[in-house]
């Protein structure tokens, strides 16, 4: 069956960086985009970054533009979030979801305070 682990959160103070992992298993990885979402409490979901099954294409929220990569390794299974110059607005649990399915993990928490 398809499972799906985030790991990498914590508590950041403003500015810091983080490096969120996402490792995925039971399909086909390499034939699939991956999105990463995020929820912060109150909030609705957003999805904040998407990268093709290659990693030739990627979006991102107008909120993280040139803060945040989202990149992939397919030999590896697993797809990253790199968030630099973190906010407090950035405070949410950060989901990784295969893109178009409904699978998702059990999502990691970042918290961004001083």
């Known amino acids: 069956q398809v499972q799906i682990v985030e790991s990498g959160g914590g508590l950041v103070q403003p500015g810091g960086s983080l490096r969120l992992s996402c490792g995925a298993s039971?399909?086909?990885?390499?034939?699939?985009?991956m999105n990463w979402y995020r929820q912060a409490p109150g909030k609705e979901r957003e999805l904040v970054a998407g990268?093709?099954?290659?990693?030739?294409?990627?979006n991102y929220a107008e909120s993280v533009k040139g803060r945040f990569t989202i990149s992939r390794d397919n030999a590896k299974n697993m797809v990253y979030l790199h968030m630099n110059s973190l906010k407090p607005e950035d405070t949410a649990v950060y989901y990784c979801?295969?893109?178009?399915?409904?699978?998702w993990g059990q999502g990691t928490q970042v918290t961004v305070s001083s």
């Open positions: 990268i093709t099954n290659t990693g030739g294409n990627t």
């Open positions: 979801t295969v893109a178009g399915y409904d699978y």
């Open positions: 039971g399909f086909t990885f390499s034939s699939y985009g």
